[in-house]
């Protein structure tokens, strides 16, 4: 008699998950291996995987470290799972997603089904033409700042599913890796580059933030994409304050504004009248301004 596996992992989400992951593409993690070489023993890596997560035996390999270029200069850090361990993670996140998808704000729209970047600038353009002023909210190194026991604790309010918290915390806790080899330890954040790292990220930020706001702030609309946000006020006042009351809470969650990228924006027009200094804000790679 087969024993039993101590996860009920079906079969069927482990071949579902690959077809996403190869959909999307995607560079090789520490391995090495592309999705092409994954699929020359496809069978045997899918049961290999599926083995080792209906056990509790899987371990995250470290995530390879990249230094992508900003726009703006400086860089920001990807961390690459390989192709194995972004199956997996694919798998935890269809189990997840569809428990946290109902709770998140209409005005959250990064890496949600049915939502895009053009529905948040459409969004803001509205907004603007009817609040006076926006708060442009830059938070430093989000994805690398994430507190992992405000995170899991959030995780833990919506499923007891043994096998996704054991794996969404090994997740958390698998080291980077440079290029010269060298392990990088981690004490915080998801890396951003994994499969799960955009739906963790909108759960942390639906209580560091959204709920936060809706509660304190209930006449202030907001829009956001991940950590991308803006906020909507009637007057200078309102933006100002709430900025300092932002940033009290925001110290609270673990996370840190930007002092020189956090601006407050007058949203000029042929119909407002008076002077500010900053008169423009880039969203989603749009800058908008007095036309």
Not at 139 to 145: E, T, V
Not at 187 to 200: A, D, H
Not at 221 to 240: N, T, W
Request: proline letters at 7%; glycine letters at 8%; a positive charge.
């Amino acid at each position: 008699m087969t024993k039993a596996k101590p996860f009920d992992i079906p079969k069927r989400q482990i071949w579902e998950a690959f077809k996403r992951v190869k959909a999307n593409q995607g560079a090789a993690g520490v391995d090495g291996q592309s999705i092409e070489e994954f699929e020359v023993r496809l069978a045997d890596n899918l049961y290999k995987l599926w083995n080792r997560l209906s056990s509790g035996s899987y371990m995250p390999p470290p995530v390879r470290r990249v230094e992508i270029p900003k726009a703006n200069g400086g860089t920001r850090p990807l961390g690459i799972p390989t192709v194995a361990d972004r199956v997996a993670q694919e798998v935890a996140r269809r189990y997840l997603e569809p428990l946290l998808e109902p709770l998140f704000h209409p005005d959250s729209y990064g890496c949600r089904p049915g939502r895009s970047a053009i529905d948040a600038i459409r969004s803001a353009r509205q907004r603007c033409w009817r609040y006076d002023w926006v708060l442009d909210i830059d938070i430093k190194g989000f994805f690398d700042s994430i507190d992992w026991v405000l995170l899991l604790k959030a995780v833990r309010k919506h499923t007891d599913c043994p096998w996704v918290l054991l794996y969404i915390e090994r997740w958390l806790k698998a080291p980077a890796m440079r290029d010269d080899g060298m392990l990088v330890p981690r004490e915080r954040g998801t890396p951003q580059g994994g499969v799960i790292s955009p739906l963790l990220a909108n759960l942390f930020l639906l209580y560091a933030f959204d709920v936060w706001l809706k509660r304190g702030f209930p006449g202030v609309p907001f829009g956001r994409y991940a950590d991308d946000i803006i906020c909507h006020c009637r007057s200078e006042r309102e933006a100002l304050a709430l900025r300092q009351v932002l940033e009290r809470r925001f110290t609270e969650c673990g996370l840190v504004l930007h002092p020189e990228k956090t601006k407050v924006v007058y949203c000029k027009d042929t119909n407002r009248r008076g002077e500010h200094p900053i008169l423009q804000f880039d969203f989603l790679g749009y800058t908008f301004r007095r036309g």
